[in-house]
């Protein structure tokens, strides 16, 4: 994600000629009639675009433009508005609303979030517009998985513009950031409620780890190598390798993560009855964490 001013030229017709053949929803393309509004940013870039097309997206007539506002000027056949926003945004916008890529603009965080204020205030509901399996989406939700990236930023993001449906899956790489280190902007940005909801997600995966581990192994039957004492002996050491993992910000503990701890005490137990219960036990604990609810 970079400039996305850059490579922004005057006159920008909708749809490129080159995306004809590109739309993402993989409907076949369909040739669009001469485009009948322009749309001039306060930047000074046109974008000639199609009316029924901004229409249709919109629950609002593109916010009252196409009913109530100004038509500055006609050019040709086309009627001319123009916008507050800047070309670099309404770029983004028109290419989410035409349902082809943006990618080769490289559109960074800030003009995202511009864009999707945009789309709000047009009356475009991002739920409708920018759909899980568009290229935008899938390039937001890939950037909050970069382990490298703010575990933040994308969740408060879409939080911020209640954009539901990508907040789910971005909350959980959020999880990475312990509760206590979340910043009161980042809180603020967010909002009350999904700031609730990733909290409770939070408490509920302790709660559920927690709970794995500490119901102990089973214990195997008396033989004449390990009695009931040495094998209270691997409770014990079960148990305080399960108060170390319970311990640990919920972030950490992955499925290997927890076999790796639990491996090393049990190569330290001398029974293999015994180590073979604990084994158990853990891969079990595994499975079931491998489960646990990851998403507000
Ligand atoms: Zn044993």
């Known amino acids: 994600m970079g400039d996305s001013r850059a490579h922004i030229d005057q006159d920008f017709i909708f749809p490129p000629f080159d995306d004809l053949c590109m739309e993402e929803n993989g409907a076949s393309s369909t040739v669009q009639p001469p485009s009948d509004t322009i749309l001039q940013t306060s930047d000074d870039v046109s974008f000639y675009v199609h009316r029924t097309l901004l229409d249709s997206k919109s629950n609002n007539n593109f ?49 995202i979030s511009q864009a999707f204020d945009m789309l709000i205030k047009y009356g475009c ?16 939700v890939s950037h909050a998985s970069d382990p490298e990236s703010d575990p933040l930023e994308m969740y408060t993001l879409a939080a911020s513009k209640g954009f539901e449906e990508l907040a789910v899956p971005c909350s959980s790489f959020a999880l990475r950031t312990p509760i206590s280190s979340i910043e009161n902007d980042a809180a603020i940005a967010m909002g009350a409620i999904y700031l609730w909801r990733l909290v409770k997600l939070h408490n509920e995966r302790r709660q559920t780890l927690k709970r794995l581990l500490l119901q102990p192994p089973r214990a195997h039957e008396d033989t004449t190598a390990c009695d009931k004492e040495r094998r209270n002996g691997v409770i014990r050491a079960y148990g305080l390798t399960a108060g170390y993992a319970a311990l640990q910000p919920t972030v950490m503990v992955t499925g290997d993560w927890i076999g790796d701890v639990f491996e ?32 507000i």
């Open 264 to 295: 090393k005490m049990i190569q330290n137990v001398g029974c293999g009855l015994c180590r073979d219960d604990v084994r158990s036990k853990v891969q079990s604990i595994i499975a079931c964490w491998a489960n646990a609810k990851r998403t």
């Open 63 to 111: 916010g009252g433009l196409l009913v109530y506002g100004v038509m500055c000027a006609l050019r040709g056949a086309r009627s001319l508005y123009m916008l507050e926003e800047t070309a670099s945004v309404l770029n983004i916008v028109l290419h989410i609303l035409y349902g082809i890529s943006s990618r080769r603009y490289c559109p960074d965080i800030p003009v």
């Open 125 to 140: 509901p991002l739920s409708t517009c920018v759909l899980s399996k568009s290229e935008i989406f899938v390039d937001l």
